[in-house]
C-alpha cells in the first residue's frame, strides 16, 4: 500500500513536469511566432526583447536545474552517458542561438534562428519526457518527487538571479540587443521617419524598465531626437493633442496644476510618471513646464496607450502647459 502510495505521488510529479513543458513550449512558439509575423528588424526589436526575456528568465534556468538535478541522477546508469550528454550540448546550442538573435543585423537570419530555437526545444523536450523522466518515474532506485523538489528549489534560485554566470550573459545580451535596436532607430531617422523613431525609442525606454542606464540613454536620445526635429521644422505625427472622445478633463475641475519648471530633470519624469499613476479615471494634471514635452508624449504613447488624454494649453515660448487626464 506504501508503496502503491509512492508511485502515486511520483506519476503525479511526472505529469508535472510534463504540463510544464508544454507549458514552456507553447510560451517559446507564441513568442516565435510574434517574431516572425514582423515585417523587418526594426518592427520586430519588442518582440526580440520578449523572446530573449523568457529565453534567460525561464528556459536556461530550467535548463540548468536539469542538468544539476535530473541528468545528474540518471547519468548513476552509464546507459545514458551519450544521451545526456548529447541533452547537454542542445542546451548549449539553445545559448548560442538566442545569443545570434539578439546580435544578428539580418532579419531572414534572425527568423530562421528563432525557427531553428523552436524546432530544436520540441525535439529537446520530447526526449527528456519520453527517455529520461519515464526512466526515472518506471525505476526503483530514484525518487522523482525527491529530484523534482530539489529541482524545484535549484530553478527558483536560478530564476531570482543567484546565479551570476547567467545573469552576466543576460546583462551582455540585452545591452546588444539595445545596440542594435538604437542603430535601427538612427537609421529610420536618417531616412525622415523621426516620429516612428521616436515611437521605437519610447517603446525600447518601457521594455528595458529594470535596466535604468539604458532607460537614460534611451530617454537622451529621445529628447535629442525630438528637439533637433523640432528646430528643423520636421513636422510629428505625436505633436497634435490626444483627446478622448467624451472630451474627458478638458476645463474640467478634477483637474490641478503640476508645475515642474523647478525640479531637475530626472526627477521631473519620475513625478509626472507617478502622479499619472496616482490618478482616478476622469482626473488630470495640468503640466507646466519649461519646454515642450513631447518626449513625454511619445513616453506616454508607449507605457499608457488609450489610457490618456493630452492637450496643449500654451505653447510657449518660455512656458509649455498640457494638460494629461487618465480616461482608463
Known amino acids: 500500500m506504501i508503496k502503491n502510495t509512492i508511485k502515486t505521488a511520483e506519476y503525479e510529479v511526472f505529469e508535472k513536469m510534463v504540463d510544464h513543458h508544454d507549458q514552456i513550449l507553447d510560451a517559446l512558439s507564441n513568442r516565435v511566432d510574434n517574431l516572425n509575423g514582423c515585417e523587418d528588424l526594426e518592427s520586430a526589436g519588442s ?5 530573449i526575456d523568457y529565453i534567460t528568465g525561464e528556459v ?12 545528474k541522477s540518471v547519468l548513476s ?8 550528454k548529447e541533452m547537454i550540448q542542445e542546451h548549449e546550442r539553445v545559448t548560442e542561438i538566442y545569443k545570434n538573435i539578439a546580435t544578428s543585423r539580418d532579419f531572414l537570419h534572425v527568423k530562421s534562428l528563432a525557427t531553428d ?3 530544436l526545444m520540441k525535439v529537446h523536450v520530447g526526449k527528456e519526457n519520453e527517455e529520461v523522466l519515464s526512466y526515472l518515474l518506471e525505476s526503483n532506485d530514484f525518487n522523482l518527487v525527491e529530484i523534482f523538489s530539489t529541482m524545484v528549489k535549484r530553478y527558483t534560485e536560478l530564476k531570482d538571479g543567484l546565479n551570476d554566470d547567467l545573469k552576466s550573459v543576460e546583462s551582455t545580451t540585452v545591452d546588444s540587443l539595445f545596440e542594435l535596436v538604437l542603430e535601427s532607430v538612427k537609421a529610420l531617422e536618417n531616412s525622415g521617419e523621426t516620429d516612428a523613431a521616436a515611437r521605437m525609442l519610447a517603446k ?3 521594455v528595458l524598465s529594470e535596466r535604468s542606464d539604458l532607460v537614460a540613454r534611451a530617454n537622451l536620445e529621445l529628447h535629442r531626437m525630438v528637439l533637433k526635429a523640432t528646430r528643423s521644422g520636421v513636422s510629428l505625427k505625436s505633436k497634435s493633442d490626444v483627446k478622448h472622445q467624451e472630451k ?4 474640467h475641475a478634477n483637474v490641478f496644476d503640476l508645475d515642474v519648471r523647478e525640479m531637475k530633470p530626472a526627477k521631473r519624469h519620475k513625478t509626472i510618471f507617478e502622479t499619472f499613476q496616482n490618478l482616478e479615471a476622469g482626473k488630470g494634471f495640468m503640466l507646466i513646464n519649461d519646454h515642450d ?5 511619445y513616453q506616454f504613447e508607449a507605457e ?14 518660455r512656458v509649455w502647459k498640457v494638460e494629461i487626464v487618465r480616461v482608463a
Not at 518582440?47 to 523572446?51: E, G, P, T
Not at 546508469?77 to 545526456?84: A, K, M
Not at 474627458?248 to 476645463?251: A, C, H, P, T, Y
Open 293 to 297: 514635452p513631447l518626449p513625454l508624449k
Open 204 to 206: 525600447l525606454g518601457a
Open 77 to 84: 546508469d552509464p546507459r545514458f552517458d551519450v544521451l545526456i
Open 117 to 119: 530555437l523552436s524546432t
Open 60 to 71: 536556461l534556468p530550467h535548463a540548468k536545474a536539469e542538468e544539476e538535478t535530473i541528468y
Open 248 to 251: 474627458v478633463g478638458e476645463g
Open 47 to 51: 518582440s526580440i526583447a520578449v523572446l
Open 304 to 317: 499608457y496607450a488609450n489610457q490618456f488624454a493630452w492637450s496643449y494649453k500654451e505653447s510657449g515660448p
